[in-house]
C-alpha cells in the first residue's frame, strides 16, 4: 500500500541572541534558570523586543536552500495561544509564512516561518527550565510528498547537510523536531508529535505504517488523530484528547509591528549560499553533465562546491570528463580515507585533475583511485606518479610488430596451414610466439588483428 508522508520540521536558527530579547541564543551547558530575562519568561509588564535580524536573515537563507521563493506581503507576528507549563505567557509567538513555494530533491516545501521555542518542562519532576525559552526556530512546512520511511530519512539527512554547511541552523544534536503526517492509501491522516532524531522519524513511520496496513487488511477505519511515538518502547501512541485539540485563537501581536522582505536584503543572503536546486540547473545548463554525475554532485554540499570550483576552473576539457574523475575517483578517496574537505587544496586539485586528463587514455583504470589518492592524501602529480608506479600503458610501435609477425609467418607454415583449415586454437599460439619476441608487451588483441591481416594479405 501507497503512503503518503509529509513533515512540519522545527530547526533551531544560528544565531547569538534569542528572538524578542537580549539573552544568549547558546543555552547549553548552562545551569537551569539562568539564561533568561523578564521577556523570555513572559513576566508581566514585558513586551518583546523588535525581532532579532539574523535571525531573520537565517529563516530566509534557510527557504532559499529550500528553493522557497520570498512572501512579498506584509508578514505579521501572531499570538498562538496555549497552555502548558513551558510557555508562561500562555502564547507562543510565530510569524506569518517568510518563504513559500520551494522544492527540495523533489519534496514540495509548502512554507517556512519564524517562531520562538518554549522553555523545558520535565513531566516527570515537574520541573521546568527557561534557558531555551525564546530561542529561534525554523518551521519547515513539506507536501505530503515523500513515500516511505526510507524516503524520509534519506531526504531529511540530505536536508540537514544543507542546512548545517549553510550555518544557518545550530549543528547540535537535539536540534531537530520532526512533527510526521502520514496516511495509507484509503485512510486518515494520522500526526505523529514531536520526533527528536531522523532515526526516529525513520521508526516512527515504520511503525505506524505496519500499524495502519493491518488495520486497512481487517476492516477497521483510520481515523484522523495526533498520535505521540515512544522511541523506547518503539511505537506509536495516541495522544490524550486535551492535548489533541488545536484551537490556538491566532491573533497578531499588538506589540510587534509586521515585517516586509525586501529584494536588496534576498540579494544579500543569496550570494553565499548553495540551493541545490539552484546548482542542478547550472550543472545541467552550463555544463551539460549527465544526469548520473549532477546527481552524484548534489548528494553533500561540500563534496558539491569543490567540485564546481574544479568545474569553473577547468577550462579547456569536456566537463564530464571531469566529473567522472570527480563523481567516482575523487569521492571514493575521500569517503574511504575519511579525508575533510578543507584538507583537500582547491587549486592544486584542479592542476593535478588537468594533468590526470592528459594520460587518462594510457593509464590503468583500475589504478586509478590510487593515483587520486596519491594526488589528495601525499600531493604526488599524478603524471609523474603514474609513471613510477608503472601505470601506464606502454605505446606499441605498430611497424616493429607487422615485420616480427611477417617473420614468423614465413617460419610457422604448420601453424599457418592449420589456421587456414580452420584451427582456431593455431591462432593463439601465434600470438604467443610474436609476444616472446616483444619485450613491451601490447594488448593481445592487437596482435591477433595484425597477424590475421597478415595471414589473409598473403595467402588468400
Ligand atoms: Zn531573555
Redesign the pocket.
Known sequence: MKAKIGFEIHVQLNTKQ?LF???SADYTDKDPNTN??P???GQPGSKPMPPNLEAIKNVIKVGLILGCKPNHVRIYFLRKHYFYPDLPKNYQITSEPLMVDGNFFGVKIREVHLEEDPGRYDLRNGYVDFNRS?TPLAEIVTEPDIESPEHAKGWLEKLFLYLKYSRAIRADPGSIRVDVNVSIEGGERVEIKNVNSIDGVYRSLKYEILRQTRMLIVGKRIKRETRHYDDEKRITAPLREKEDIADYRYIPDPDLIPIEISESLIDNIKRDILSPIEYEKILKNKYNLKENYIQKLLQNPEFLELCIYVLKNIKKEDPNRVAEILTNHVWRVIKDTNLEFHQIKNLQLVRNIERLLTILNRVDRNKLCDIVSAMLLNSEDPVNYAKKKRYLLQEVDKNKIISIVKEILTSETKAVNDYLNGKKKALSYLVGKVMSRLEIKPNPKTITEIIKEEIYRTYR
Open positions: 534569542k530579547c537580549r539573552c533568561i530575562c521577556i523570555c519568561t525564546g
